[in-house]
């Protein structure tokens, strides 16, 4: 019968009693008393079998009502399609949807990975949503990485030490923390995995080995033990290594390194040096410090007279603000003060932005935001990028002198001090003062000398007499 129907459509089709006795074998092939509209597995499997009915415009159920009008060839690939989905469409966790995944977030434009310095949390413990359970370190900030649900943390992926980038998995939380067994952090899990070989078997290896029965060896003449070499009068005397330890430099040293290296391959690094005296600064902060702390909040302090002092200096001299370029000399006419702080972990730069149109105020209130930020390990990277020139106060550890690093992509870097009473001669007689050294490191290629000592005189001119902001000279 099937033999007819596949000569009639490949001679051009079906007749209408074509059709009736297709109903009828269909009838004959698979009985079925019930008025279903699905086709089942079976009807599928035999038209699978058939190419040319799988050419149908429509399929017929017993009774002879259409129950579809699309191809058998359809019907059957979309069925493998959905089928397939659901297999494609299984997520990562259960089916119940209970695992998550802790992702490696967003670090910046400039940073590409970085390490995993540590766990906060261990396998097993709960935690919250945006709790931080690793700490990821980078050239320039240490990032946290948190929690996207709350729940139990059910195992860690990556390792304390490993590279990551952003993105990568290092954690799986379980939302209900049925199954999750706390694991201490020293635990070894390649331990957990190595079989234990059973008593029985360890039995049986011994009886399959050969005993040999041990021969008597021939004692051999003892020699006269020869006295180690004695060392030389100058050959030098290495401590133990056991008084030593080797400790990985962090990703922000490395960084630190790096680029005081290339800063000093790169510029033509030049000294400047020239002493303040800080009595009328010092006296003005004595005066009005109550005053300053009642309307604004905040401590006045140096720091805040020697930005405006800066700031009046570079925009006298505008060369020590610019930037060489390959061939080019980039003038910025903004002030972007970049401000030097020592941190448990680094060097970091945190930068006072449009410091040329802040007040005395606003400059302490943001160097204690920024300050702070820097000591807890919170400051963002955009928080340090950019700056047109670096103030660094070694004064603050007692410093007395130095000549400062410049911080690339900038020109010029000056250097503050510690203030110490020394005797000045002040009208003709000789008074103790109290006086700081300041230096200035620039960049020769493009800052002459001339242009560096006028600069650092006008840091001394507006630090001795504050007045001359208020006048402008």
Not at 164 to 176: C, D, L, M, N, T
Not at 229 to 243: I, V, Y
Not at 395 to 418: D, E, F, K, R
Not at 456 to 469: N, Q, Y
């Amino acid at each position: 019968m099937f033999g007819v129907i596949r000569r009639r459509v490949a001679n051009g089709g079906l007749s209408s009693s074509s059709s009736s006795i297709l109903r009828q074998s269909l009838q004959t092939v698979r009985p079925a008393p019930s008025s279903t509209s699905r086709v089942s597995d079976e009807s599928l499997t035999h038209a699978r079998g058939f190419e040319h009915v799988r050419k149908f415009s429509c399929l017929v159920s017993p009774r002879g009502r259409a129950i579809s009008s699309r191809p058998v060839s359809e019907v059957v690939s979309n069925m493998e399609l959905a089928s397939s989905k659901k297999t494609w469409s299984r997520p990562f966790s259960s089916d119940t949807g209970d695992l998550v995944d802790a992702v490696v977030p967003f670090m910046g434009e400039s940073i590409t990975d970085g390490t995993l310095a540590k766990f906060l949390k261990n396998p097993g413990d709960s935690v919250e949503v945006d709790e931080a359970i690793a700490q990821i370190e980078t050239d320039k900030v240490t990032i946290d990485v948190a929690s996207p649900e709350a729940g139990v943390i059910k195992e860690y992926i990556a390792k304390e030490g490993d590279t990551v980038e952003p993105g990568a998995r290092i954690a799986v939380i379980s939302k209900s923390g049925e199954g999750v067994a706390h694991v201490a952090p020293s635990e070894n899990i390649s331990k957990k995995a190595a079989p234990k070989q059973s008593a029985s078997q360890t039995k049986d290896e011994e009886k399959q080995k050969p005993k040999v029965e041990a021969s008597p060896v021939p004692e051999k003449p003892k020699t006269p033990a020869t006295p180690p070499p004695k060392r030389s009068a100058t050959e030098p005397q290495l401590p133990p290594k056991e008084r030593e330890r080797r400790v990985p430099m962090t990703r922000l040293r490395k960084r630190v390194a790096t680029r005081l290296k290339d800063s000093q391959n790169t510029f033509a690094m030049l000294t400047t040096f020239n002493e303040v005296d800080m009595t009328n600064l010092m006296k003005l902060r004595s005066d009005y410090k109550d005053a300053f702390v009642e309307k604004h909040g905040v401590k006045l302090g140096l720091m805040s007279g020697f930005i405006k002092a800066a700031v009046s200096g570079l925009q006298n001299q505008p060369i020590i603000n610019a930037v060489i370029d390959g061939d080019d000399i980039i003038y910025r006419d903004y002030v972007d003060i970049s401000i030097a702080v020592g941190t448990p972990k680094g060097l970091v730069v945190p930068v006072i932005r449009n410091a040329a149109k802040m007040n005395f105020a606003e400059i302490e209130k943001e160097i204690n935001t920024l300050a702070k930020k820097a000591n807890d390990g919170t400051i963002s990277i955009d928080e340090m990028a950019g700056g047109s020139f670096t103030i660094s106060n070694g004064g603050v550890y007692g410093s007395l002198l130095s000549t400062p690093i410049i911080n690339p992509p900038q020109s010029a870097i000056l250097g503050m001090h510690s203030i110490v009473s020394r005797p000045m001669v002040v009208g003709g007689n000789v008074v103790p003062r109290p006086m700081m050294y300041i230096a200035l490191t620039y960049d020769h290629r493009l800052i002459d000398g001339r242009e560096a000592v006028f600069f650092l005189r006008r840091i001394k001119d507006v630090v001795e007499d504050p007045r001359r902001l208020l006048l402008d000279i």
